[in-house]
């Protein structure tokens, strides 16, 4: 598909900020949502309105099988052996709470969770949880100068026979992609679960959980160009099975008295209470709208567009990025030598620039780069050369004004 074309179904790229057209990118911290997606869930509101799995009348049918059309649906896209492996949670956060909580019974005192260096709070927190609950011990996978993790580092701690390792796919901050395949291998082969986090990953990568062999992979809908307040936890049948549930209530029960409860199958035992029917409808559409392109030529083009912004920053004088590889995905990290990244952003904004900056919830991966915070631009599926080249101009302007 014509690029401008596809862009054009965005219709939040298309706007006026300060007299200047928006140039978005922080696609990191959210993507915008394609009108289809928008479309899905007005047209469920207006027609479709009902609870799920409850009712015996139409509209509650018609609002489940669209429900777990969506499960189907993503249990393809990312081949899954069965479509009860797909939960629906609020996004990664809650999938990887679901999951920490879901072990308490699984660790015991010394035992030792592995997380990447560079993770996101949210696969960094439910963890430091779970060690408190149950007497674990946490240590983190060091990242070498490349800020990539060091592999004979990470080969000794798997020789420490970790329970648990969570690992990035890909690094919010500097976009670094994890060898996501030889890591598992590596853990798994001690008998450790697996945990991938795959928030920025899912967007833009071809995901195959059969083929990455991990227990648990997680993802946010509002990343991938669906809505705020839906994402999946993606678990082996068997692991998941093991969870002890996080939320309790509603529909994940079989049966219960006051005396006693017993839990529902997979996958409503892991989900209690009124699920987000709009949402995983959108996301349903987000998820048709990634199927209607070529993949391999966004991706390609997504590269492109990286290896292109790393340039025009690494060509601007004072400017620092960090972990900037050919191979990255989605984002760029920097920051300018003597001024504070958010004076940056303010003054990007002012020029209709979106960009994110400050420590991006991975507080532990900025402290070893020695730095207070940085300034991420992040790309999406829309992105184009245009985007990159009013950024570098505003920056260049930004410069001006600070020096
Ligand atoms: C790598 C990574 N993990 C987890 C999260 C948390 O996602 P959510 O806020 O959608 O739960 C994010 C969000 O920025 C992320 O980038």
Same mark, same amino acid.
């Given at each position: 598909m014509n690029h401008a074309v596809l862009r054009a179904q965005f219709p939040a790229l298309n706007q006026i900020l300060n007299d200047y057209p928006l140039c978005y990118l922080d696609t990191a911290a959210t993507s915008q949502k394609p009108q289809m997606v928008i479309d899905s869930i007005s047209h469920y509101y207006q027609f479709d309105n009902a609870n799920v799995h409850?009712?015996?009348?139409q509209l509650s049918a018609r609002a489940t099988s669209q429900y777990e059309q969506v499960r189907h649906k993503l249990s393809q896209f990312i081949n899954a052996q069965r479509h009860e492996e797909i939960i629906f949670t609020q996004g990664t956060t809650h999938a990887i709470n679901t999951v920490a909580y879901g072990l308490t019974h699984q660790l015991k005192v010394g035992d030792i969770i592995l997380i990447d260096s560079a993770a996101h709070h949210a696969n960094i927190v439910p963890w430091q949880q779970l060690a408190q609950r149950t007497g674990a011990i946490i240590k983190s996978i060091p990242l070498n100068g490349q800020c990539r993790i060091d592999l004979e580092q990470y080969q000794a701690l798997i020789a420490q026979k970790p329970k648990v390792v969570a690992l990035n796919h890909?690094?919010?901050?500097?976009g670094t992609v994890n060898p996501v395949i030889e890591l598992i291998a590596m853990a798994k082969a001690v008998g450790a679960l697996t945990l991938i986090d795959g928030a920025q990953a899912i967007a833009h990568l071809p995901v195959d959980v059969q083929q990455l062999g991990c227990d648990f992979y997680v993802f946010s809908g509002h990343k991938m160009y669906g809505p705020t307040g839906i994402g999946v936890l993606w678990g082996d049948y068997a692991a998941l099975d093991q969870l002890i549930p996080l939320l309790t209530g509603g529909?994940? %029960?079989?049966q219960v008295s006051f005396n006693h409860t017993s839990f529902n199958q997979l996958p409503n035992r892991l989900e209690a209470g009124t699920p987000a029917i709009a949402e995983v409808i959108g996301l349903g559409s987000a998820i048709d709208f990634l199927n209607q392109q070529d993949r391999a030529t966004c991706l390609q083009h997504e590269q492109q567009l990286i290896n292109y912004l790393q340039q025009q920053l690494q060509a601007i004088t004072g400017i620092e990025l960090y972990g900037?590889?050919?191979?990255? %995905?989605?984002a760029v990290a920097f920051n300018l030598q003597g001024e504070h990244h958010q004076d940056i952003g303010i003054l990007l904004d002012q020029q209709g620039v979106a960009i994110r900056c400050g420590h991006h919830c991975a507080m532990p991966l900025i402290e070893s780069l020695q730095i207070k915070g940085c300034c991420r631009a992040s790309l999406g599926i829309?992105?184009?050369q245009q985007d990159i080249d009013i950024f570098i101009n505003a920056l260049k302007d930004v410069i001006e004004l600070l020096g």
């Open positions: 409850r009712a015996a009348h890909v690094s919010n901050v500097l529909e994940m %029960i079989k900037a590889h050919a191979d990255n %995905i989605g829309y992105s184009n």
